[in-house]
């Protein structure tokens, strides 16, 4: 992501980039805007940490770029285009062989996302017949493989065990063994860690960033926890309310955040520090009027209302 | 262990040698859960209990609630056993300890007002109609709310604010000690740190103890003055806050503490790692239960349970080799 800035002419195709992209919720009470005109770029091998609160819009445009918006929420408008393709104009039979394939989403709560009637290794193996178009016996081999390779001990034996009969730490990293398998060229990972304890949360980020720089991938970390953007990110995108205050490379912002939103949120871990609750401006719902300046190479932020 | 057991300055609560065992159905099996914990915590003072899922660090805080009955041990409030005291009595003691939960929503009655919701202790101990509007005048003031809050629903209101609400109702009674579970993993990182700012100030303010519980180690170095460390089951390293991060002596703090993710990317961390999966409860090994991580190990290690032993000022691990446990100082993390 050289620049969230949509001008800024691209060397190479990036991994995903984000054009203007507004998912509205069409409710009862009135139309709600999840997102309000986002533009971001992620180029191969970077990770890109997602930050903001409960409601800013994070899972809705995780959910925007799958195009898997539930109703009565949609995509009104704008691009999400993967390695050069736009996902928003694919039809649905043509989605089906991008997902999981090329992009794959690593959601938290991983007891809800594995079938409990099934073996891990029969999950894993039906994930690579479907997307690699294994033999039953050669997909079987393959999920005993990526379980070893997501740290599972006794991978073996594990690849037996139904989903209760694991952790959550192990369940978590079969979730992510099953968005690996199919060897996705993009990789969306929704808070996936923030339910693991951390011992556990630094060996799944570990294992996410090896996987990233062998096969040259590239994710977008969702995530409210900055000590894991500043560890693991090499970007960083400040999203408040459906809209980008700032984005810039991950030294960059650290060492001189510019949104006062930025600065109170890193104020927020930094407990040497006052927490400054006082000197946050009220940020408008209609951000998005204001202008997103570029105030460093790399580094933009919006203008404060 | 650091107040003077003469009485001159008794802890608020001394638990020792807590051992809570859950039998399992249909078997002599049993989950150990809590295998011999002893603390005290003074007047004032806020205990930080930390340690991973399955550590029993609920159960702890459960058994003081008395939510569950010890196996063994005493727990001893206010000079008074409390363990195995009748039903009667122990609603009596209960008052003086209250509980704040880590799901604010999940915590709060979800058909009440604010209002109700913070009044409702104090109906419970019949206090009068006037004083009790008074009080919770006073509390909501204590808790930084507006009255504006008093007549809205739990639903009505932010993560943050709940929970503000939740903290109004334990201290209603003017608790001597308050076992926080949690209280903030549930929250945004803004809010978090605002309830953590509170409960320093509510504490100066009143005095009292907090047992904190959590996993979240950024913000126990902030509220905490000592920590113990759990690991299924028993403390394994117990001292002042800033000297457990200064240097570890028992190698699973070590290796808890290196997995701690600061908000800077000059940090690096140098890693300490664990091998392998924690035991199962239901079957835990002879000797030391970090054995079989550990890559301290020795065979001495796994001949019997290392106990607690004093290896500096106010501080207690119980590994036999602790003074092999790698300090790394962590590069940046002062400007944390």
Known sequence: ?305 | MSADPSGASAPVIRVEGLVKHFPIAHSRAFVAAVNGVSFEIARGETLGLVGESGSGKTTVARCIMNLESSTAGKIVFEGREISGVPAKEARLLRRQVQLVFQEPFDSLNPRMPVRSIVAEPLQVRKVEKQERRRRVGELLDLVHLPASVLDLYPHEISGGLQQRVGIARAIATNPSLLVLDEPTSALDPRARRQIIDLLVELQAELGMSYLFITHDLNTLRHISHRIAVMYLGLIVEEGPTAAIFEEQRHPYTRALLSSVLYPNPETRRARFELRGEIPSPIDLPLGCYLASRCPLVMDECRAAIPPLVTVGDGRTSACIRHELVPTAAEAGTASV
């Open chain 1, 1 to 305: 992501m050289s620049a969230s800035v949509p001008e800024v002419a691209a060397a190479t195709t990036a991994a995903l980039e984000v054009r203007e992209l507004h998912t509205y919720f069409f409710t009862a009470a009135g139309v709600i805007k999840a997102l309000n005109g986002v533009s971001l770029r992620l180029d191969p091998g970077r990770m890109l940490g997602l930050v903001g609160e409960s409601g800013a819009g994070k899972t809705t445009l995780a959910h925007s770029i799958m195009r898997v918006v539930p109703p009565p929420g949609r995509v009104v408008k704008g691009e999400t285009k993967l390695y050069g393709r736009d996902l928003q104009q694919l039809r649905e039979s043509e989605l089906r062989q991008v997902r999981g394939k090329e992009i794959a989403m690593i959601v938290p709560n991983p007891r809800a996302e594995l079938n409990p009637l099934l073996t891990i290794g029969e999950q894993l193996a039906n994930v690579a017949r479907a997307h690699l178009r294994l033999e039953k016996r050669a997909a079987r081999e393959r999920a005993v493989e990526i379980l070893s390779h997501v740290k599972i001990p006794d991978p073996k034996r594990r690849a037996n065990a139904y989903p209760h009969e694991l952790s959550g730490g192990m369940a978590q990293r079969v979730v992510i063994a099953m968005a690996m398998i199919g060897e996705p060229k993009m990789t969306i990972s929704d808070d996936a860690t923030s339910g693991l304890d951390v011992t556990v949360q630094a060996q799944v980020l570990d294992l996410t960033l090896s996987l990233l720089h062998e096969r040259g991938s590239a994710s977008l970390m969702i995530t409210r926890d900055l000590g894991i953007v500043a560890n693991y990110c090499d970007h960083v995108a400040v999203l408040y309310r459906g809209c980008l205050l700032e984005a810039a490379d991950v030294r960059s912002f650290f060492a001189d955040p510019q949104h006062p939103y930025s600065v109170e949120l890193l104020s927020a871990f930094s407990y040497g520090r006052p927490s400054g609750a006082a000197v946050i401006p009220t940020i408008p719902y209609d951000a998005e009027e204001l202008e997103l300046r570029e105030v460093a190479p790399g580094h933009s932020v919006r203008d404060v209302g």
